[in-house]
């Protein structure tokens, strides 16, 4: 039965009566559920076959139909009401006694006569050429009649008409007048004589919508605002391509050449909906700079559009001029720009960026429009919705960093804080980290119990009130952080010697413990060679550590570092900072030390575009807390 119901005459124009009433399934969705309706009604229209030929008997029975198909739901009751009502007015019927009076070509006849080549009782349409019989005419006839595809003229005809009618409801296609040699000017949209080239007038749009134009070649089009002041001009592609306009457009225009011109401008029907949905979607999920929609199918090449699938590229997107943008990626696309000038002229490509990247635009850039690569992905304007691109105006971040050798919690003398000092130090540790307020802390000598006794985990103790986030190697190297830490792993150096790593909002950030004694000096310049090596293509790193260098050797073991482009907290711009020495009372007065031997072990190592803004040692540590070194605190700025 659903097959019939999708053909009759009426269901396309009762589909759209359900839909005026408040119906919201698609148009298959409801060519079954008349399916379910009708199985009640063939019960009753059987009882009608004794009715007249009659256009009266016809609606005698379709109402006897309805009325039995009360026994369903009231939607599917309501629309068979509809499909009967259309029927009756599309499919009207005549009665005719001979064939020479089935003159109206339009009507569908009832022959009662009896001449050679007709049959009584059946019913005839005309299929363009002939009068053809449709079979006997009744409810249930005409309904099987209906559902006869190979040879139903009137399907054909009239309800495939009626289909595309309903397909192009779909669309709402804009009129509008041309100018034969004539075109526009991309510069200033001005309208030019020109031979041989064709444009259109003004075209009001809709800058909340979709536009989609249709055409055999491509062309230009310019917008202008409400008054009618241009905005912009930018190359159409052949083929079918969508555009969405800057906020404040509200006409365009087409010119391409005469012989290629014949431009097909419509939005979808549905688009006003879904630009309502694409607002609250623009709420809840901000993408920074980059919109949700106005992306168009293909690449830009510069400045000119250019067809390929798989990118797609945006309109014009307002920057601030000179200001720094920060891209991240949470999505397999990857994403490049183009930067314009206030009178969206081309200024610069720029190819695609890596997660985490940034980029400054230049002094006279007001626009640049992204370009999205969806790799063997055919890209569409509805796939921006989930990117998983963001675009937002980069902020120098300031970060506070500590590099402690916490000497095994007892002076690096033993494991574990004793138990007659441990509730007075437990506190001391707990203020002092407080007080600091330090975003990430690399420790040396670390341990993962506090106690002597081994009985109590550190991070219950201390420091998961203050650094959830941490990765340590149990009694070696440690980083803890207020921030998550991604690919956190524990690595030994090809001599044996532990360190740990991770990425801390995009920063690789290391702590390390070179070798300890002072016939090793070769042996940590060939660690600090070694963890260079560890840094290359890192854009972002911070290096935490004890680098147990003896007086003297200091400044050669970090120029290792200084060398290859990092800055130093520790014997660089700052000055020295002594982090050990071998009289303890050094730290009471620090500045003022008399040991023998003091030593510069303790530092923070930055990238080139990571400034050192401060460096404090903390000398008040050492009495308060329980290692034989002193902690090292560096602020920083991150800065692209």
């Not at 690919?487 to 030994?492: E, K, T, Y």
Request: proline share 2%; hydrophobic share 35%; aromatic share 12%.
């Amino acid at each position: 039965m659903a097959d019939s119901l999708t053909y009759n005459l009426g269901t396309v124009t009762a589909y759209g009566s359900a839909k005026e009433g408040g119906y919201t399934g698609t148009y298959e969705e409801f060519c079954e559920s008349l399916a379910k309706a009708g199985t009640a009604a063939d019960n009753a229209a059987a009882a009608a076959t004794s009715a007249s030929a009659s256009a009266t008997s016809a609606s005698a029975a379709e109402t006897s139909a309805s009325t039995a198909a009360t026994s369903a739901s009231a939607a599917e009751t309501s629309a068979r009401e509809a499909a009967a009502s259309a029927a009756a007015a599309n499919a009207s019927t005549t009665a005719a006694s001979t064939a020479a009076a089935m003159t109206d070509t339009s009507k569908i006849y009832v022959y009662t006569g009896s001449e050679t080549g007709y049959t009584n009782g059946n019913w005839y349409y005309y299929d363009g050429s002939a009068w053809v019989s449709g079979g006997a005419f009744n409810a249930a006839g005409c309904d099987d009649a209906l559902s006869d595809s190979s040879t139903n003229a009137v399907q054909n005809k009239v309800v495939n008409g009626a289909i595309d009618d309903l397909k192009s409801a779909l669309y709402e296609e804009l009129t509008y007048e041309t100018v034969v040699n004539s075109y526009i000017n991309k510069a200033d949209g001005e309208f030019v004589n020109y031979d041989n080239w064709t444009r259109t007038g003004y075209i009001e749009v809709d800058p909340t919508r979709t536009l989609y134009i249709e055409g055999a070649a491509s062309g230009w089009c310019a917008s202008y605002d409400v008054n009618k002041k241009f905005v912009r001009a930018f190359t159409i592609s052949a083929g079918t391509t969508s555009y969405v306009f800057l906020e404040n457009v509200k006409y365009i225009a087409i010119s391409t050449t005469t012989a290629n011109f014949g431009y097909v401008l419509k939005y979808k029907t549905m688009d006003r909906a879904y630009a309502t949905q694409k607002a609250v979607v623009n709420i809840l999920s901000p993408t920074g700079i980059l919109p949700l929609d106005g992306w168009v199918t293909g690449s830009l090449s510069s400045g000119e559009a250019v067809l390929n699938w798989k990118r797609l590229h945006s309109d014009y997107i307002p920057v601030e001029s000179g200001k720094t943008y920060v891209v991240q990626y949470s999505a397999e696309y990857t994403l490049a720009y183009e930067e314009y000038d206030a009178n969206y002229q081309f200024v610069s490509t720029h190819s695609y960026l890596s997660n985490g990247d940034t980029f400054t635009v230049g002094t006279n850039t007001v626009y640049i429009r992204a370009i999205v690569n969806g790799g063997e992905k055919n890209l569409y304007p509805d796939d921006a919705l989930s990117f998983g691109i963001t675009v937002n105006p980069y902020e120098s971040k300031k970060l506070r960093v500590m590099t402690y050798n916490v000497g095994h919690y007892n002076y690096g003398t033993g494991v574990g804080l004793p138990a007659e000092i441990y509730d007075e130090k437990v506190i001391h540790y707990r203020r002092f980290f407080g007080a600091a307020d330090c975003d990430i802390v690399g420790m040396q000598e670390y341990d993962s119990r506090m106690d002597a006794e081994n009985q109590i985990w550190a991070n219950d103790a201390l420091w998961d009130y203050y650094y959830p986030y941490s990765v340590n190697t149990g009694m070696q190297t440690a980083l803890k952080s207020k921030y998550p830490i991604s690919d956190g792993a524990s690595h030994q150096l090809s001599n044996g010697q532990y360190y740990v790593d991770g990425y801390i909002d995009g920063i690789y950030v290391i702590s390390v413990h070179l070798t300890v004694g002072t016939s090793s000096t070769q042996t940590r310049l060939d660690e600090a060679a070694e963890i260079v090596a560890l840094l290359d293509g890192k854009k972002s790193f911070i290096i935490c550590g004890d680098f147990n260098c003896e007086p003297g050797e200091e400044d050669a073991l970090y120029n290792v570092f200084l060398n290859a482009g990092c800055a130093v907290a520790n014997c660089g711009w700052f000055g020295k900072y002594y982090t050990w020495s071998n009289n303890r009372t050094d730290f009471d007065d620090y500045d003022n030390p008399t040991g023998t031997q003091l030593y510069y072990l303790d530092n923070i190592i930055v990238s080139p575009n990571i400034s050192i803004d401060n460096v404090y040692p903390v000398p008040e540590a050492f009495g308060k807390l329980s290692s034989d070194h002193i902690p090292l605190i560096a602020d920083l700025t991150i800065i692209n």
